[in-house]
């Protein structure tokens, strides 16, 4: 009986391979799936505020959030487009050397901004759709908290929680990734992204949802009252707070924790015997052989020799 799943080693090289197929796209198509990769993972941050903004209490808060929020990830994955988080797997194709260091640069930067795009412009229809005006302007108001708190972060702290953050977002694509199905891809990855959510860990591409979705929010009175967040605490949500507090180090610890963590850790564990190579080479040939067949037993050449 075949495997469902695909081994350590199959995984890396199909990461690798995945990576080399992601740089080589041309630069419409790299920022197009990233600005589709913002809007989706915007999407399920919407859902889950929305789901929780009138629950008080913390713990179930973070639970039904964990239990909405990863329908972001599902629609990357399985409907296809590029997140920048996820990206950050695309080192294991440079340090296997299949890809330019330049060429991942490239890559990350494109969909970096990509997906700033896709966000921003999820937060602005968001916004001016009403919505926020969900139970009475409550759910304006649960944005800016949300907005303040990611704000007021400590830079050394941010850090540390995108890279917790994105050592478990790869994880979760690397498991996606090792199921053959759509029902395996689901189960393998809404766990881990389940556990991220709870945990409170931050991620750079969702935060460009979250914080200017708060930023606008906080221009209406309403709203703010809602928020129940000082003057004091208005007064530090700014764009600039938004770039220098929050996204420059959660992106800096997202880099580390994906980049490195995981795929440099699962690198140096799977080519220490060549064994990514064997496998690489090993699906060449199939291809090879499969693409050989399909030419022999053409209409114009019925007879497969």
């Known amino acids: 009986m075949e495997s469902q ?27 197009l799936l990233a600005i589709l990769a913002g809007a989706f993972v915007s999407l399920g941050a919407i859902a889950s505020n929305t789901a929780v903004h009138d629950i008080s209490s913390v713990g179930m808060a973070k639970v ?6 990863p329908v ?4 990357i994955v399985i409907a296809g487009a590029d997140l920048f988080t996820g990206n950050c797997l695309i080192s294991m194709a440079v340090l296997e050397k299949k890809v330019s260091f330049k060429k991942m640069v490239r890559n990350l930067t494109i969909v970096y901004i990509g997906n700033m795009i896709g966000a921003l412009l999820f937060a602005a229809m968001e916004y001016n759709s ?5 139970s009475g302007g409550a759910l304006g108001g649960y944005h800016i908290k949300t907005a303040v708190y990611k704000t007021g972060i400590p830079f050394g702290r941010a850090v540390i929680l995108g890279i917790m953050c994105n050592i478990v977002v790869c994880v979760a694509i690397w498991m996606m990734y090792a199921a053959k199905d759509v029902t395996g891809k689901i189960l393998a990855g809404f766990f881990p992204i389940f556990a991220f959510v709870i945990s409170g860990f931050e991620h750079s591409i969702a935060n460009m949802y979250y914080i200017p979705a708060g930023i606008l929010a906080k221009s209406n009175p309403m709203f ?36 490195v963590f995981v795929s440099g ?27 050989y067949v399909n030419v022999v037993a053409s209409p114009g050449n019925p007879k497969i020799v």
Do not use: D, H
């Not at 039904?64 to 929020?69: A, D, E, N, Y």
């Not at 009403?130 to 969900?134: D, H, I």
């Open 72 to 75: 972001g990830l599902f629609m």
């Open 130 to 134: 009403g919505l926020f005006e969900l």
């Open 5 to 31: 799943s695909l081994t350590t080693e199959e995984i890396a090289a199909y990461t690798i391979k995945t990576g080399i197929k992601k740089v080589n796209r041309t630069t419409r198509q790299q920022f």
């Open 224 to 259: 703010v009252e809602y928020s129940k967040v000082s003057q004091e605490g208005l007064s530090t949500l700014t764009w600039q707070s938004f770039f220098v507090n929050n996204l420059i180090p959660v992106t800096i610890g997202n880099i580390i924790g994906g980049a």
């Open 265 to 291: 850790i699962y690198w140096v564990i799977t080519t220490k015997k060549k064994v990514v190579e064997r496998v690489l080479v090993a699906e060449v040939k199939e291809e090879a052989k499969e693409s």
């Open 64 to 69: 039904i959030s964990g239990l909405v929020f």
